[in-house]
């Protein structure tokens, strides 16, 4: 038996309260997106095999896992789709959920989502990782204690499927990774406490305005929300990533797209991936067109795409 999971990439459109001083620290908000996405083919195999470019990081990831997982046989991988890494996109949660899962699967064991992420020491500081990768669509956690006991998933507190004509324009820099590895978790040790105006005016936009956009199908509201929120956790990070966005360019896009009519931009966690909301297939082209033509190089992927609503997929094949 081989099997094919797929798994969407996702958005980090800010924390919420990077304090802590009401006993819980980070705070996630976040949507699952159709594109880009992993898609593996996973087969028994008589020793551990994986193609592309990301191979050798697979066969890392596997040699821990079957460990973890009690499990013995080997696999081969094939990968059909690829999420790329560094980019803001959750690229490497998806890919270790994404295999784990292959792996209990063909093994026969069926293992909840939450329990992989433990196994796999996911969801440090974010869930939305998880959240979406178990259900997609948009997603707010409720972050962890400002003491930590141990490893628990940050808790989700609303998830819910985004209307199908809001559509996401994405604009991915190739070859300039953002924040990751030991240079992401140093800052996040040296931090200073986010101020208290800034916590209280990104918690009144979240569940004021944010959640009942969602609710209420109102994308007005709900971009307006995430662009505020984005600006107040941009600048928050502006001295480890060189300015509210990641680079000069994806400013200037975010920029373009406000005037082009966009409902809401932003950056994704670290970037440089950066994203406009927009209602409608036809209205996403269009601004896709306009900022390739803003952008006059090869050096972006432009792309339209929806949410995902439904999180990872698993199908077997004889």
Not at 25 to 53: H, K, N, T, Y
Not at 57 to 64: A, D, T
Not at 119 to 131: C, D, F
Request: net charge positive; with cysteine.
């Amino acid at each position: 038996m081989r099997g094919i999971v797929r798994t969407p990439a996702r958005l980090h459109l800010g924390f919420i309260d990077l304090s802590g001083r009401c006993g819980r620290i980070f705070g996630s908000i976040g949507v699952a997106i159709e594109r880009p996405r992993w898609v593996l083919e996973v087969s028994p195999s008589g020793r551990m095999q994986a193609d592309g470019d990301a191979g050798k990081e697979i066969l890392k990831i596997l040699g821990r896992l079957r460990g973890r997982l009690g499990v013995k046989q080997a696999v081969a991988i094939r990968t059909l789709e690829a999420i790329p890494r560094h980019m803001g996109l959750g690229s490497g949660t998806q890919l270790e959920l994404s295999l784990s899962l292959a792996v209990s699967k063909l093994a026969g064991r069926q293992l909840p989502v939450t329990e992989l992420a433990r196994i796999l020491r996911r969801g440090k500081r974010s869930g939305i990782g998880v959240a979406t990768f178990a259900r997609g669509g948009f997603v707010v956690d409720a972050g962890q204690p400002s003491r930590p006991r141990g490893h628990d998933l940050p808790p989700v507190i609303f998830q819910r499927a985004l209307p199908g004509d809001w559509w996401f324009v994405i604009v991915l820099p190739l070859g300039k990774p953002g924040l990751s590895g030991k240079r992401e978790e140093k800052v996040f040790e040296t931090l200073p406490p986010m101020g208290d105006a800034t916590v209280e005016r990104i918690s009144r936009l979240t569940l004021m305005k944010v959640l009942p956009a969602v609710v209420t199908d109102d994308i007005r509201g709900f971009g307006e929300a995430i662009t505020e929120i984005q600006m107040l956790v941009g600048e928050f990070f502006a001295p480890y990533q060189g300015g509210v966005y990641a680079t000069s360019t994806g400013k200037e896009v975010a920029e373009l797209a406000l005037k082009r009519g966009a409902c809401g931009v932003g950056q994704s966690s670290w970037g440089p991936t950066v994203f406009a909301l927009v209602r409608g297939e036809g209205a996403a082209a269009a601004l896709a067109r306009e900022i390739k033509r803003f952008l006059g190089d090869d050096r972006h992927l432009v792309f339209a795409t929806r949410a995902n609503n439904r999180g990872a997929v698993w199908k077997t094949a004889p």
